[in-house]
């Protein structure tokens, strides 16, 4: 078995941001960690917008980043502290937009280990030296500086190692030009064997440890250790100098404390008035920002609330800023935006408004200043970038009855909770909707002049008149327009000399005016037609072709005439190349299911150049589309598009000079004839295909893309632009007229949301009434009635309006769960029906079940378990309810105790299996309490996670232990174990993929396949005989142990895992989502070929696409167990991002030219949608 | 007699070098202390996990992983008496 791993939605969360000027001295960028993805984003000031600059895969982990600049330089390096073991300089190259190694140095192992450095960095402010540590006992120190040639030279590393210290938090300090010094919030935990150590006693002393980098003497030394609060967790280095006091902020919860040399001050933040007077507040992320006379810190604390601390006269000063939601890293720009970094859910872009105010300022350490969290006042919010962030479950099924299947995907947490639906295409956002009169057979979008961007008219023709619409502020139907209204129209452009072109069944006129119009009749019938600003050309009916040009004195010319001698069904003339007269290709379509490229040269006009021949020969071809397309205006590629009546689109490579054809690929697009046509995406052509589904090819950011759009099928649709929308669409759907634009492009999925009260923890589909049943449940928060009662006092103590979903809900302390279950309609996106549970129950498991004796009624259990606490793990009373679910609506028939907690449930042959703490049962139900009918005799390690049950095989899973294949035997009513794992893996999810085998995702990021030997089938077929062998068991195990037959680190923690198919006819594929918001597939390889190919692939890229960390591509997808039948599609898909040459020399190597490469990368990639 | 001696200043020197190594005399609680503070490292490392602790625990990521650190003072409780 091979699979091929393709990322399909990259992960949304972000790990943390940073602010720096990377390209060039005045831009504004961020760099952006994903954890294994970092971008840069780039602020367009004058639009208030973020464009995303640089996105790279680096397959290794980002642990830590921070900006350097070098004494006297203007731009920022960008620093990294990965898993790699190395300590990496980037820089942005301005002009092409891409990271490069400045410099790599190794200093350790790689992996995330506690003694090697790189969880922390710390910069000098100076730009002289960096520190780089690790989480105990290792600390380096970097002097950076420049060679001649000023180029970044590094020295050998300077040790500040102390054993047995744990490090909390570091920073450089501002110390202007004097030796540089890094401040240090370490804990000694002292050695085992001395009775008053931390380690032994638990009592502890957090310092504040300053290290100072003696750049005389080389080397550094611990130079004061100052005890600090025990609850200190962040070191906010200050500006020193002129810039600000100097000095560095230590973030204690409750306590800011400015500490410079023997001085310190410390302030208390504002309080939030709901908040428990035991609980402390801690400060999760800050940011800065520093301008001539400015200087401010914004500080968030982990319910959200933002703190201003600023220096004025009187000294330090911390004011309540506003209310977002928290971050897990925030940063200011120079031009006055904030990006805040969610860390679940959506993230935002906010611009500074609003004024100076005295409210809920602290300037001491005694009194605690109340405030009640408003609405933004001094935020104003621009846009949201969308995030799946935390993905706790996802199901694929067709529940709305579209033909291809929606994922959902329980996403967020707590008051940011939602339900996303998920269909694959762009996003469409509608600008206009308009009835018709009859059925259009044609639009076109009319341009005002040759050279404007801007359409003036919109043509639609209908059989036997045609309307002009007037493109304005509003859509307004003209007659006066010049254009013949009273036939219909088979084609329309602008020309060159700006007159317009109208062609219809029987005449062509070219429009100067109204008054003036130019009028020819051909000899013929005009069946086809096509034009760009300076050639027209014609069909008529038989198969006579002609083409005009239009002269250098504004005349349209005949040229030449062709009797093609067959009909000809489409035709497409390419727009006039950058710097060229004419356009040198005519595209005809014919009768003979062929498409013939024709010369326009001035010489041999209207020779044939080449022949496509369409792959069926039954089929014909229904629209033709000649589009330059590329990555930048510099490598522009012509390229034929055909779409035939049987759904299909070809996209052939043309050659510019000879007008050859070569690399034909293949996509099938929908049910009906493909029509297809011409659009601008960002400045470039690209394509739109019309079938079943509405598609358009573009290019984004250095990929090709070919999307569905979520929007209806459209009849007809051309490009359109307005003063409104620059690139948007046009087009009629039935006796409708739409114009819409594009949301995001690069989109995967677009999604609509359900928003949901708790943390979302699983999900069923109700099979039949086709809704789905959600559990959410929340610790440490307070249940809805509760909240209800807090929000009354909120609004007794201020008016304004109070938003649960920014400002979170007050934490409740450990062991309070707040949690309901509830049914969402998929179609309509509501919430049918939600039952709250009380009493301080939680729900941890959910199936939707029939059971024996009540075949009619559609049964939901739910298990529930009462004062739940995670660490360590207890509770006072756990139950299984059982509910019937009537029409959306839960009812509860009765409640069964059970003594241990239950995780996992799932129905079997009508009754139930139930994993009950260690112990696996079988229940039937009863009229008052479920029934147990069963238990397996060997128990589980620690306790039964997820159950999957396929024919008369029980897949169940220990939390900690993996999969342990168990068997159910009616005649003596036991459950046998027979085969495990010998791998203790702690499972978060798994599937079953066919009899013998179960792919799973674990918590420590890795996916695997296992299989059972198949002995195990022959020992199935007489359980009586070998009940005893099974019972002894082998090695204190299960007699059989699960063969390992595919593994990968995914590098991200998948937390649930479906066998599903996304597309019609499609390969069934294995789709996982993980907390990090990303959604990936696994997609079998089934062809010997094709598997050597992707593996020689793989080979070659791992030499020439080395990843940006310097981690080893290999070593990184071996992170836990050795990489085994898995092929890393994300690592194959850098191809295309790698220079020409080294394209070709690959291909040499690999013995398949580029072109070949990127069509079987394609050919994969379409089998998933 | 030299090279028991080397062996035994080698086996110091890996010991000095690799935090967690442990010795013949490593008492279970010393091996759990330094499992315990291996995986609370790795979890911090790893920002996914983090993320999942943290969303099943209801609290941010700045707390799960302040708890982590803290933990890696005396990950597993005082050693026992004997």
């Not at chain 1, 789905?772 to 008016?799: D, G, M, Y």
Request: glycine content about 6%.
């Amino acid at each position: 078995m091979f699979l091929y791993s393709l990322t399909l939605q990259p992960a949304g969360g972000i790990h943390k941001v940073l602010y720096g000027s990377f390209s060039s001295s005045k831009a504004q960028e961020i760099a952006v960690s994903r954890g294994k993805i970092l971008e840069i984003y780039r602020c367009n000031d004058q639009a208030s917008s973020l464009e995303i600059v640089h996105s790279t895969e680096l397959f290794g982990m980002i642990r830590s980043m921070c900006t350097f600049r070098m004494t006297g330089a203007n731009k920022d390096l960008l620093v990294i502290g990965s898993d790699s073991g190395k300590i990496v300089f980037l820089k942005l190259d301005p002009n092409t937009s891409k990271l490069e190694v400045v410099h790599m140095e190794t200093y350790g192992k790689s992996g995330c280990r506690r003694i090697v450095p790189g969880q922390y960095l710390a910069a000098d402010p100076k730009g002289r030296s960096l520190m780089v540590a690790a989480i105990e006992k290792q600390k380096f120190v970097y002097i950076l500086s420049r060679d001649n040639s000023s180029n970044l030279t590094i020295s050998s590393p300077l040790e500040a190692h102390k054993g047995r210290t744990i490090v909390f938090d570091i920073c450089g300090i501002d110390m202007g030009f004097e030796n540089p010094q890094f401040a240090c919030l370490e804990v000694d935990y002292g050695e085992s064997d001395n009775p008053s150590s931390s380690v032994v006693t638990g009592i502890y002393q957090k310092l504040l440890v300053f290290y100072e980098m003696d750049l005389g003497l080389n080397h550094v030394i611990r130079k004061i250790a100052q005890p600090i609060d025990n609850t200190a967790n962040l070191l906010i280095p200050v500006p020193g100098g002129t810039d600000g006091p100097g000095g560095v902020l230590v973030i204690c919860e409750n306590l800011i404390r400015h500490i410079k040399g023997q001085n310190e001050t410390s302030i208390t933040y504002p309080r939030r008035v709901d908040m428990a007077a035991n609980r402390g507040l801690l400060i999760s992320c800050y940011s800065f920002h520093k301008q001539k006379d400015v200087l401010l810190f914004l500080l968030q604390s982990e319910l959200g609330d933002l703190y201003k601390v600023s220096f004025d006269s009187g000294g330090l000063k911390v004011q309540y800023f506003d209310t977002i939601f928290p971050c897990v890293s925030i940063c200011i720009l120079k031009s006055g935006y904030l990006f805040a970094a969610a860390e679940f859910g959506n993230h935002a872009f906010y611009r500074f408004v609003g004024e100076d105010d005295d409210t809920y300022v602290s300037t001491n350490s005694t009194d605690i200043v109340y405030f009640a969290p408003r609405k933004l006042t001094n935020l104003h919010e621009i846009f949201i970038i969308e995030s799946l962030c935390a993905i706790t479950d996802l199901k694929v099924q067709d529940l709305c009855n579209e033909g291809l299947p929606q994922i959902y995907a329980l996403s967020g947490k707590s008051t940011r909770s939602s339900l996303r639906i998920l269909r694959h295409g762009l996003g469409v956002s509608e600008m206009a909707v308009a009835n018709l009169p009859a059925k259009p057979n044609g639009i076109w979008s009319i341009k005002g002049t040759s050279t404007s961007n801007i359409d003036k008219y919109i043509l639609i023709s209908f059989s036997g008149h045609t309307l002009v619409l007037s493109v304005g502020e509003m859509l307004s139907e003209i007659s006066d327009s010049g254009f013949d209204n009273n036939s219909d129209t088979i084609h329309a452009g602008t020309l060159a000399n700006n007159c317009f072109l109208q062609i219809c069944q029987n005449s062509i006129r070219v429009i100067a005016s109204k008054d003036k119009v130019e009028k020819w009749e051909p000899p013929g019938r005009i069946s086809r037609a096509t034009s760009n600003e300076k050639q027209v050309a014609i069909t008529l009916a038989g198969g006579i072709l002609m083409y005009f040009e239009l002269d250098p004195s504004g005349k349209l010319k005949e040229v030449e005439k062709r009797e093609m001698e067959q009909e000809v069904l489409c035709i497409h003339l390419s727009s006039i190349p950058q710097g060229r007269v004419r356009s040198r290709f005519l595209a005809v379509g014919l009768y003979d299911s062929t498409v013939k490229i024709l010369s326009l040269d001035p010489e041999g006009c209207l020779t044939r150049l080449s022949t496509q021949a369409l792959p069926s020969p039954g089929c014909q071809p229904k629209s033709v589309c000649l589009l330059e397309m590329g990555h930048s205006p510099q490598d522009l590629q012509l390229f034929l598009h055909v779409g035939l009546d049987n759904g299909l689109v070809l996209r052939t490579i043309i050659d510019s000079i000879t007008g050859q054809l070569s690399d034909t690929r293949s996509r099938y697009i929908g049910s009906k004839p493909v029509k297809l046509s011409r659009a601008l995406v960002i400045g470039s052509e690209s394509l739109i295909a019309l079938s079943s589904r509405t598609w358009v090819a573009y290019n984004y950011l250095g990929k090709h893309y070919f999307t569905p759009l979520s929007y209806e099928a459209m009849d007809y649709a051309t490009a359109f632009s307005s003063d409104h929308c620059s690139e948007g669409f046009v087009g009629v759907a039935d006796k409708t007229l739409r114009i819409f634009m594009v949301e995001k492009l690069g989109e995967v999925f677009n999604s609509s949301v359900v928003p949901l009260r708790y943390t979302p923890r699983k999900m069923e589909i109700n099979p039949d009434k086709k809704f789905l049943v959600i559990l959410e449940s929340e610790h440490n928060s307070f249940p809805q009635e509760q909240r209800e009662k807090f929000r009354t006092v909120f609004e007794a103590q201020e008016n304004d309006e109070k938003d649960e979903y920014k400002i979170g809900t007050p934490k409740a302390g450990e062991g309070i769960w707040a949690s309901c279950i509830r049914i969402v309609d998929p179609i309509k996106c509501e919430t049918l029906s939600l039952f709250d549970l009380t009493n301080n129950e939680n729900a941890v498991s959910l199936c939707i079940c029939t059971f024996t004796g009540y075949e009619t009624d559609m049964f939901a259990v739910v298990g529930t378990v009462k004062d739940m606490n995670l660490n360590p793990r207890s509770h006072s009373a756990a139950y299984l309810n059982v509910f019937k679910i009537i029409e959306g609506r839960l009812e509860l028939m009765h409640k069964t105790s059970v003594e241990d907690i239950p995780l996992a449930l799932c129905p079997f042959y009508g009754k139930l299996l139930v994993g009950v703490g260690k112990f696996l049962r079988l229940y039937e139900l009863g009229k008052k309490k479920l029934l147990k009918k069963s238990e397996n005799k060997t128990t589980f390690p620690s306790l039964i996670s997820s159950i999957k049950v396929d024919d008369q095989r029980i897949f169940a899973c220990d939390i900690g232990e993996s999969v342990s294949v168990l068997r159910y035997r009616q005649e003596d009513n036991q459950i046998y174990c027979f085969a495990d794992d010998v791998v203790s893996r702690w499972l978060s999810n798994f599937t079953i993929l066919d009899h013998d085998t179960v792919a799973a995702v674990d918590k420590f990021e890795n996916f695997f396949v296992l299989r059972l030997p198949a002995a195990c089938e022959e020992d199935e077929k007489d359980i009586a005989s070998v009940k005893y062998k099974w019972e002894a068991g082998f090695l204190n195990a299960a007699y059989y142990k699960m063969e390992h037959i595919a593994h990968f680190y995914i590098g991200d923690l998948a937390t649930s895992l479906q066998k599903c198919c996304l597309s019609e006819g499609g390969p069934e594929i294995l789709l996982y989502g993980t907390t990090m918001g990303a959604i990936g597939a696994l997609v079998p390889i089934t062809k010997k070929e094709e598997v050597e190919f992707f593996i020689h692939l793989e080979m070659y890229l791992r030499q020439e696409a080395r990843p940006l960390l310097g981690r080893d591509h290999m070593a990184f997808r071996s992170f836990s167990l050795p990489v085994k039948n898995v092929i890393d599609g994300d690592l194959c898909e850098q191809y295309s991002f790698l220079s020409y040459n080294t394209q070709r020399t690959l291909s040499e190597q690999l013995g398949h030219s580029p072109n070949e490469i990127f069509k079987r990368l394609e050919e994969v990639k379409n089998r998933i949608f | 007699m030299s090279d028991r001696w080397n062996a035994q200043a080698q086996l110091e020197h890996l010991q000095q070098k690799y935090v967690g190594a442990g010795n013949a005399d490593t008492s279970k609680w010393e091996w759990g202390c330094s499992i315990k503070r291996d995986s609370y490292a790795s979890h911090i490392g790893h920002h996914p996990r983090l993320l999942f602790m943290s969303l099943v625990e209801n609290e941010s990521i700045a707390r799960t992983k302040l708890q982590f650190l803290t933990k890696m003072i005396q990950p597993c409780g005082p050693p026992d008496n004997n």
